[in-house]
Antibody, heavy 119, light 111 residues
């Protein structure tokens, strides 16, 4: 079955660090354009970061310098290392695959993992 | 403030047609970048229902159609059904921001 499963969310204090992961099955992460998209409680969708099949990475201005996207080809997983977390980083974090020969048409999503930044 | 502007809510009776607009600018939709549409049912992840401006993935009913013109795009849903009640998001790429952007979302209520 083709699917994405996120893990690693939780409650973290402001200024802290957290790593969320996304396990893929049914396709290879290294051959895909993979993104992280987040959704704050009661709010809309916000793109966070992408890693291209070639390894290039890009970030939204709101997380640049604080978040790092990576993948583990042997484990077929995608990760997002989040440092210097702030209250406005509180959100459900989704990993998403781009399909249809597009960089940003997200044809597959995980179920999401909740990250809460609060003291 | 979202880069792409959608109405916060729309509604319609079962069987009716509704449309959801998505207004952008010359740095995104107006620049020719593709528009996607997503449906998000309560408590679930978004689902892609239109890609490349007007293409439906396999399994999406043909009651859903979309188009792009100038700096705007729109999603139409014909023959509304109770199961269509969800949030809908448009998405494109913005050259000024160098990344994908989403609309603020439109809540569809089936009366």
């Amino acid at each position: 079955e083709v699917q994405l499963v996120e893990s690693g969310g939780g409650l973290i204090q402001p200024g802290g660090s957290l790593r969320v992961s996304c396990a893929a099955s049914g396709f290879t992460v290294r051959s895909s354009y993979m993104s992280w998209v987040r959704q704050a409680p009661g709010k809309g969708l916000e793109w966070v970061s992408v890693i291209y099949s070639g390894g290039s990475t890009f970030y939204a201005d709101s997380v640049k310098g604080r978040f790092t996207i990576s993948r583990d080809n042997s484990e077929n997983t995608l990760s997002l290392q989040m440092n210097s977390l702030r209250a406005d980083d509180t959100a459900v974090y989704y990993c998403a695959r781009a399909g249809y020969s597009s960089t940003y048409a997200f044809d597959m999503w995980g179920q999401g993992t909740m990250v809460t930044v609060s003291s | 403030q979202s880069v792409l502007t959608q109405p916060p809510s729309v509604s319609g009776a079962p069987g009716q047609r509704v449309t959801i607009s998505c207004t952008g600018s010359s740095s995104n939709i107006g620049a020719g970048y593709d528009v996607q549409w997503y449906q998000q049912l309560p408590g679930t992840a978004p689902k892609l229902i239109v890609h490349g401006n007007s293409n439906r993935p396999s399994g999406v009913p043909d009651r859903f159609s979309a188009s792009r013109s100038g700096t705007s795009a729109s999603l139409a849903i014909n023959g509304l059904q109770a199961e269509d009640e969800a949030d809908y998001y448009c998405q494109s790429y913005d050259s000024g921001l160098s990344g994908p952007v989403f609309g603020g979302g439109t809540q569809l209520t089936v009366l």
